[in-house]
């Protein structure tokens, strides 16, 4: 019988994906993380793979045709890049043909780099689900998305500083800052180790579970206080919650 990494190596390549393969055969002792990096593994394997044999059948085509085209034209790889927009273009409207919301493809292929099209599929139906929740989790964190973007935008441009740099755990002294900023700390490695597996419903899952202690800092902590070390330390918590939740979609996107 085929074993799993067997599989993928059938799927993705020998030359591309074999080291993975051979990985994890070695994490065989292990069977729950075992069985889901196998399938993390064949998934984004796959996936490149066909990403891989589309590039190779433009260039082919290119050479083929090359000939044909007049001296103006575009070379090889900027007529691969144009073939793939265009590609990509089409792609995005069968999409939202399928039932999928625009504004929740942009969000996901903002903050998605060079991930493979079938992940980026997946992570936009999660969006998709997530965003439609009965409990209105969604809505009401892309609210408190909102509130913090806008709040540490207008005052770095009236401060004429960034306030992306790290929280100090020190000058944190209400409950609900410290609370926040614990459940921030937390559930951003817990995302991050969500979607490094594939797993964009989880991910959704960890941010969801930030609703309480966002809600309860907007409602009991002033942002703007006089004094001017805590007033930083707490846009910079804002900045936190801005940058946490766009570890999953930039929010600033949906519209």
């Keep these: ?7 993928l190596r059938q799927a993705c390549g020998r030359s591309i994906c074999s080291p993975a393969a051979d990985f994890l055969d070695s994490c ?5 993380y075992y069985d889901g990096a196998q399938s993390d593994w064949l998934m984004w394997g ?9 590039r190779d059948i433009f260039a ?14 575009l070379g090889k790889q900027e007529l691969i890049a144009e073939l793939q927009g265009f590609f990509l273009h089409r792609l995005k409207a069968y999409w939202r043909e399928q039932g999928l919301r625009h504004d929740h493809i942009t969000a996901i292929f903002a903050v998605s780099g060079d991930t493979p099209l079938a992940i980026l599929y997946q992570r936009v139906k999660a969006l998709d689900g997530f965003m439609a929740r009965p409990d209105a989790v969604g809505i009401n964190l892309l609210t408190a998305y909102r509130r913090a973007s806008n709040i540490v935008a207008i005052e770095e441009k009236k401060d004429k500083v960034s306030y992306d740099s790290p929280v100090d755990p020190k000058l944190l002294s209400e409950p609900a800052e410290l609370k926040l ?21 989880q991910a959704m899952g960890y941010i969801a579970d930030l609703r309480p202690s966002i809600d309860e800092f907007f409602e009991t902590v002033t942002v703007n206080t006089s004094e001017p070390l805590l007033r930083k330390n707490r846009l910079r918590l804002l900045s936190l919650i801005r940058n946490t939740l766009q570890q999953v979609a930039d929010f600033s996107k949906i519209e």
């Design 1 to 7: 019988m085929t074993n799993r990494s067997d599989r």
């Design 181 to 201: 900023h614990k459940a921030l700390t937390a559930n951003l490695d817990m995302i991050n180790q969500s979607l490094m597996k594939l797993n964009f419903e």
């Design 28 to 32: 065989s002792t292990d069977r729950e």
């Design 46 to 54: 796959a996936a490149h793979r066909e990403e891989a044999v589309a």
């Design 60 to 73: 082919k085509a290119y050479d083929l045709y090359a000939k044909l085209f007049p001296k103006n034209a």
